[in-house]
């Protein structure tokens, strides 16, 4: 079977441009020069292209002259041709109905493009399978994402309707002043309303200390809400995740789990816990040197399958790229970029853990945002960024701002928040890093009792205690 194409409808959407100035709007906002399938079309279409975005006229005779400059006029057809294109339009009443038309038979040849190299690689017995399926599945994503026919340009009746709604649904949905996913922190729910739909948020730290046990914190949090969610871990098994989440919430001592020397009470308990945390609807992807493309189409499968409420990456800089030969600064850009419009594609909120460059590690100080590493992309694409600290690693016994010791004391400092407030946030932690809740602020003479989470009748409770030395 051939390629499938329109060469008349081709041709009067060409003549049209040739015709009227108006037309040159509508075509060039709806089509690119290799959505024709015939070489003449394509190269008129990119001289019409280059003198509208001149400003410059755009009729039979410019066009011309254009493609004579450019040494392209043959490739066209000659003159004759060009004229020919602009005699044979009698109307351009339905333009944007024939650009539709070409758009669907560009998409038509490249699903016949992407469907031919699959089927190969799947009868390629070297090529693994599921590679295969992620490829396909990614090809055929960007496709659906291509239309430039799909329209971004909203009325102010339609936007104010928007709004409008958005507010009444977030009364709605509001419980406790929360409007998106709990984060687990009382002070970073009131500045945040929550995790909200289509956000992009980072956290970021030093190595050591606490991406993972905060990220593993959140995830808990949200699917305890009932939020499904789907953790990506690019530097653990999930089984190594899996012990710490039972650790959070169990009594087991963790070197005695790891060294197998646990009481019969405590392999009871940690039983018991897992049995509690197998029904919480969370979804760990071990899947190692994953790339971003795989891992977008990945969780819009789940995300389509209701299987997906919050995203969780661990962490960004482990992402790989299919574009090789770039910088590292490059090639987590793209990430950020890309996760960027997952989040927003999904309409869920993207949680992504990333390093600290090699400046913040030289500091005992709280990190700032000039410290994210390959930071450009980062900041510009986030809506918000946290940055952790854990003061007493680095021998601070005081917290400058409150007085407090600084024993089990961590901060989350909200760096960048697109549509809110900035500013820090308080959590408590244990010695292992296992457990974390809310921070109760000890002054530095008084005795620390610094962690704490609520029971199960609500109330807080003391987990950890000891001096502030």
């Not at 789990?257 to 071990?286: K, N, W, Y």
Request: negative net charge.
């Amino acid at each position: 079977m051939g390629m499938v194409y329109a060469e008349e409808i081709e041709g009067a959407v060409l003549g049209a441009c040739l015709l009227e100035r108006s037309a040159q709007a509508v075509v060039l906002k709806s089509l690119r020069a290799e959505m024709f399938y015939l070489t003449a079309h394509r190269v008129v279409f990119e001289a019409i292209n280059a003198l509208y975005a001149r400003g410059a006229a755009v009729d039979m005779l410019t066009v011309t002259e254009e493609l004579r400059a450019l040494g392209r006029l043959d490739d066209a057809g000659g003159p004759f041709a060009v004229a020919k294109l602009a005699a044979g339009v009698a109307t351009s009443a339905h333009l944007e109905y024939h650009c539709g038309i070409l758009f669907q038979y560009y998409l038509r040849r490249k699903l016949v493009e992407a469907l031919t190299r699959e089927l190969a690689a799947a009868n390629d017995m070297t090529c693994d399978v599921y590679d295969v399926l992620i490829d396909t599945q990614r090809e055929l994503g960007a496709l659906l994402e291509d239309s430039p026919l799909e329209n971004h340009l909203h009325p102010m009746p339609e936007v104010m309707d928007d709004t409008v709604a958005l507010v009444d649904r977030r009364q709605e949905l509001a419980v406790n002043g929360l409007t998106g996913v709990p984060t687990g922190l009382q002070r970073l729910n009131e500045m945040t309303g929550g995790w909200q739909p289509g956000n992009l948020i980072f956290t970021a730290a030093r190595p050591a200390d606490g991406k993972t046990a905060l990220d593993l914190f959140f995830a808990r949090q949200a699917a305890m809400a009932g939020v499904p969610v789907v953790f990506f871990t690019l530097e653990m098994t999930a089984s190594e995740l899996g012990e710490r989440m039972v650790l959070a919430e169990s009594s087991a001592d963790p070197l005695r789990i790891r060294q197998g020397r646990l009481s019969p009470e405590e392999v009871e308990d940690v039983h018991r816990t897992a049995e509690r945390m197998s029904a919480l609807p969370v979804h760990v992807d071990d899947t190692p040197y994953i790339n971003v493309d795989q891992l977008c189409v990945i969780a819009k499968s789940l995300r389509a399958k209701g299987l997906l409420g919050l995203l969780i990456v661990d962490y960004l800089q482990l992402l790989a790229t299919v574009n090789p030969g770039r910088t590292r600064e490059q090639e987590v850009a793209e990430c950020s970029r890309k996760l960027k419009g997952l989040a927003r594609s999904l309409g869920c909120p993207v949680i992504v853990s990333s390093q600290l460059n090699r400046q913040a590690e030289d500091r005992a100080g709280s990190p700032e945002l000039r410290h994210l590493r390959e930071s450009g992309a980062i900041e510009q694409d986030a809506d918000l960024v946290i940055l952790l600290h854990r003061p007493e690693r680095y021998h601070i016994r005081v917290d400058p701002d409150t007085g407090w010791s600084t024993r089990g004391m961590g901060i989350a400092t909200v760096a960048k928040h697109r549509n809110g407030a900035t500013g820090k946030v308080y959590y408590g932690y244990n010695p292992s890093m296992t457990k974390i809740g809310e921070f109760a602020g000890t002054p530095v003479t008084a005795p620390a009792n610094n962690l704490k989470r609520k029971n199960d009748e609500g109330k807080s409770s003391d987990l950890f205690g000891g001096s502030a030395g």
